[in-house]
């Protein structure tokens, strides 16, 4: 805690909106230093998307937890939008990629050195940064012997400061200074979250968000297959923002290396690829309740009969003898189709991406 008369420190908190960030911010503050938070948008976020369109998710909050954690804490969060300059972390990750395509060893050094350029280089002198780590938490990006490669390669080198894991790390230079307490931190590690719920209701917190692998799509397995099949399709490891927005919503087959299909599951799904009418192939069952769909590809007119009548499966008229398929093309022409909808069991498994 500064002496009376002493200069106020500042800390600028990786803030992810999860549990570990916002107890590393607070036990700082405790220690009456000055906290500002930051959030990186890469487009990848977990939350505000999904939960957002679909009906299944109605009842769940919506809402940004970094904002969140922020007025819990009482502090600024600055939001920073590093959609392009993120790209090159997904797709050339210098550290490789965790279970899944999760940079997360890269993710974490292109986050502290965005933090350290922002804070105290070009802003308002802040002193050091806190993250949340926790030694041991992640199998690729928090071991210990990762530890210091996030610290020198971001370039934060020994003003990182990871509060919950300090007394198992050499000490930092806001401890060596004795701007914090490094005896009020604490050694947490390992994957048992036991004492971080402790130290929540410690503090004070009753609610708090713990989303499963983190915040990031990039670690689901199911996501990371679909952005995979992607880039096999395109040639090459590019995406853009609609890219990976589409990516999180729908069914995705591939019934020919050529095209894919996303077919809506439910009406906030229908609602939400309707936007992309314009810029997709798209069908629509006209004549029985059913899903909007889009082609990314090139389809042949074959191709689209067979579109037609895997949509016209996922209607409510699966089982009519008939179902009425509607088609736009990329020029705006319509046309429609009358096909009998494709049998369950030829919709093969290793269509689904």
């Known amino acids: 805690m500064p002496t009376s008369g002493s200069k106020q420190r500042k800390a600028v908190a990786l803030i992810s909106g999860g549990l570990d960030s916002m107890l590393a911010a607070r036990v700082i503050q405790d220690q009456g230093i000055h906290v500002e938070g930051i959030n990186f948008y890469t487009g990848f976020c977990v939350e505000g ?10 009842n769940k909050q919506k809402r940004n937890n970094a904002l969140w954690v922020a007025e819990q804490l009482g502090i600024k969060l600055h939001i920073i939008d590093v959609i392009e300059e993120y790209k090159d972390v997904v797709i050339n990750p210098v550290h490789g990629y965790g279970q899944n395509l999760n940079p997360c060893l890269d993710c974490k050094i292109f986050m502290v050195n965005k933090a350290q350029a922002w804070a105290w280089m070009e802003q308002n002198q802040f002193d050091f940064i806190i993250t949340g780590e926790v030694v041991g938490q992640r199998p690729k990006s928090q071991r210990k012997e990762t530890m210091p490669i996030i610290a020198r390669e971001s370039g934060a080198d020994d003003r990182l400061l990871r509060p919950l894991s ?137 191709d689209l009969k067979s579109a037609a009548a895997i949509v016209a499966r996922y209607s409510q008229g699966r089982d009519a003898a008939r179902v009425t398929v509607d088609i736009r093309m990329l020029d705006g022409n319509s046309h429609s189709l009358e096909i009998t909808p494709m049998p369950a069991d030829q919709i093969l498994d290793a269509w689904h991406v």
């Open 166 to 302: 300090a007394q198992n790390l050499p000490p930092t230079l806001p401890e060596r200074e004795g701007w914090v307490d490094r005896d009020a931190l604490f050694g947490f590690h390992g994957r048992n979250r036991k004492p971080q719920i402790q130290l929540a209701e410690k503090l004070g917190f009753t609610e708090y968000s713990q989303p499963a692998g983190g915040c990031c799509f990039l670690t689901d397995k199911a996501y990371s297959n679909k952005l995979a099949d992607l880039w096999q399709f395109r040639g090459k490891r590019a995406y853009e923002l609609d890219d990976i927005m589409l990516l999180k919503v729908g069914r995705h087959l591939r019934p020919k290396p050529h095209y894919k299909l996303i077919i809506s599951r439910e009406e906030g799904e229908n609602h939400f690829l309707s936007g992309y009418r314009k810029q997709f192939i798209s069908l629509e069952t006209r004549s029985h309740y059913g899903p909007v769909a889009l082609i990314d590809g090139h389809p042949l007119e074959q």
């Open 49 to 58: 998307h999904t939960h957002a369109i679909r009906e299944k998710d109605k």
